[in-house]
């Protein structure tokens, strides 16, 4: 495989692209400056993973595990999508991760697909962010707003996944118009933390709350989210996933309810890196209808980045590259401190890669304080003028940072672009001018500068809670990201270990279903282990 392609792509000329975005969320939709890049040779659809499976149980196999099963004759899709379908009728009482169901629907999508051989995604259950358009059916971004919406068209990304073989199974709980976690419009809980299900108190993380809840809880294979300010990595970490926000602009963002045209970004919350190679595949690429998409590299082959590399027995790095350690990253002797040292441990160990401690670029705290963060809510109120004058309540609880937008001077909002600016310069030129890749303790400030960022397991509390955190890359460095994501993995099984189903209410549903619901049975498929 070539160099990955962060190491293809003229840095500044993503500064100017950057720049020109901001002048975009003023004056509207524009074409945007091409990026510079080394022209890579066409990469053509995602490979097929073989990846035997490694639990009987197939609400809890991975993409690639499913799809090698169908691709194989072991498995339908109607039996995967019957397998989650029960889950969430027999759980989601208690999760709360979706807002609709799409029983039928499903079910007569993975009849049609059959055994048939096909794309990645054939016969693949997913939860879908109720801010994604969906055809036919209601899409209420959690809002007052939009409670009758029933888009005409699927979103890009919608679209894509379900041309890529995915079936749609529900549209999943979401902060009110994208702005905290899972909460009803008027601000009570819904989504709980599939770890923690009896205890709604247990942040389940961010605005993506129900689409982490239905993949952690076994509801969905996989599904999609949205984040601007954390809402991909947060529940990620929050419910021990793989999450993948992408730069800016990989993914189109048409069809999605907005909040920031700069910030927004569609991206996956997966099971691990390789899951998140296969829907971002299919997600991404140019979309005449998003101006965002245009004039960038190609899409890499990220399926073959994220496949470990096994030399002599020892896992190795796909390629040569410095992870980045923060001032404080492993401070202190709090259970997560220990978390990421052993990680960064791990890590070190692996061939090809190196941990490095690096320096943060001048004026970081002045360029990522609240002031800078803040310029984002002018984006968030100005498409929704009009019903901020019309009927406030229609915003629900989140109605006050829509109002902080309305109300923020243009002078506010012309210098946190400037800083924004400033500091994405200054992290492309001096931070990563130590490293190719760095560890975060926050989504800030890499998801308001459009860089990409994988948030991925690294262990549990005491008390039986994920521990996640967070690498943030170069531009268009998804494909490198994967392959540290995937080699950490290879060696590791934090990834692997899923919550313990919560405890039903009434016995009744426990008995009115077949007691090997969601299994494949051994005297089936007498290989499945292999």
Not at 6 to 34: E, K, M
Not at 137 to 148: H, P
Not at 275 to 301: C, F, N, Y
């Amino acid at each position: 495989m070539s160099a990955p392609q962060d190491d293809q792509v003229d840095r500044r000329s993503f500064l100017y692209r950057a720049s020109a975005l901001a002048a975009a969320a003023t004056v509207g939709s524009v074409a945007l400056p091409s990026i510079a890049h080394a022209a890579p040779a066409p990469t053509g659809p995602a490979a097929l993973v073989d990846a035997p499976a490694r639990s009987v149980d197939i609400s809890e196999l991975t993409i690639a595990e499913a799809a090698t099963l169908i691709r194989k004759g072991r498995l339908t899709p109607e039996d995967l999508v019957r397998a989650h379908l029960d889950r969430i009728e027999e759980f989601d009482p208690t999760y709360q991760a979706f807002n609709r169901v799409l029983a039928d629907e499903a079910l007569a999508r993975a009849r049609s697909l059959g055994r048939d051989r096909g794309p990645a995604l054939h016969g693949i259950p997913l939860a879908i962010k109720d801010n994604y358009y969906t055809a036919g059916v209601t899409t209420t971004a959690n809002s007052y707003l939009f409670e009758n919406f029933v888009p005409p068209y699927d979103a890009t990304a919608v679209r894509r996944l379900t041309a890529a073989g995915g079936i749609v199974l529900g549209k999943t709980q979401m902060g009110p118009l994208a702005t905290t976690r899972a909460t009803t419009p008027d601000g009570r809980i819904t989504t709980v933390n599939a770890w923690t299900p009896a205890d709604p108190s247990t942040d389940p993380g961010g605005s993506s709350s129900g689409s982490a809840t239905a993949v952690a809880a076994r509801m969905a294979t996989s599904s999609v989210g949205t984040q601007t300010g954390g809402s991909i990595t947060a529940p990620s970490n929050a419910q021990n996933l793989t999450g993948l926000k992408p730069t800016m602009g990989r993914v189109s963002l048409h069809g999605i309810v907005p909040l920031s045209y700069t910030r927004d970004h569609p991206g996956t919350l997966a099971r691990d890196a390789m899951d998140a190679a296969i829907m971002l595949t299919a997600m991404a690429g140019e979309d005449p209808e998003d101006p965002r998409t245009q004039g960038l590299p190609p899409v890499p082959d990220l399926v073959t980045a994220a496949t470990p590399i096994v030399r002599a027995g020892r896992i190795r790095s796909r390629w040569r590259t410095r992870i980045g350690v923060i001032p404080g990253f492993t401070s202190g002797t709090s259970e997560t401190a220990v978390a990421r040292t052993a990680a960064l441990d791990l890590l070190a160990g692996i061939d090809g890669l190196s941990v490095v401690d690096v320096t943060m670029p001048d004026e970081w705290d002045l360029l990522t304080n609240a002031a800078f963060n803040n310029v984002r809510l002018p984006e968030r109120s100005e498409p929704f003028l009009p019903m901020l004058r019309s009927d406030l309540r229609g915003f629900g609880v989140s109605v006050t940072g829509w109002l902080q937008g309305a109300l923020l001077g243009a002078n506010e909002y012309l210098i946190g672009q400037r800083a924004k600016l400033r500091l994405l310069e200054r992290v492309l030129d001096d931070l990563f001018g130590q490293c190719e890749v760095v560890v975060q303790t926050s989504p800030t400030p890499f998801d308001a500068l459009g860089l990409p960022e994988l948030a991925l397991p690294i262990g549990f509390t005491r008390s039986g809670l994920p521990i996640g955190t967070i690498l943030g890359g170069k531009p268009y460095g998804e494909d490198r990201l994967l392959a540290v994501a995937a080699a950490y993995q290879a060696t590791t099984d934090w990834h692997h270990r899923r919550p313990a189903d919560p405890v039903v209410p009434s016995a009744a549903a426990r008995t009115t279903a077949p007691a090997n619901r969601g299994r494949i049975l051994a005297e089936q498929v007498p290989d499945l282990m292999q």
